[in-house]
């Protein structure tokens, strides 16, 4: 198991954050986060590989992005 960042913004709402989630791989960390936030924009970076302040730079781009 691999710990991974996921984004996720549900919209119209507008309700977005990031979550960790423990997984194999981004792809099955992103489906974790699908049944938690059906029709979510999504997207996973690596926890193990980025620290918090870089996770939230990369997420408020990322935000801007969508």
Do not use: N
Not at 37 to 60: C, K, M, N, Q, Y
């Amino acid at each position: 198991m691999h710990r991974y960042q996921v984004f996720y913004s549900e919209q119209p709402e507008g309700r977005s954050g990031i979550e960790p989630v423990l997984a194999m791989d981004a792809y099955e960390a992103c489906q974790e986060m699908e049944r938690k936030h059906p029709g979510a924009v999504l997207a996973s970076i690596d926890g193990e590989l980025t620290d918090e302040r870089t996770a939230r730079r990369l997420f408020a781009q990322w935000l801007s992005s969508i």
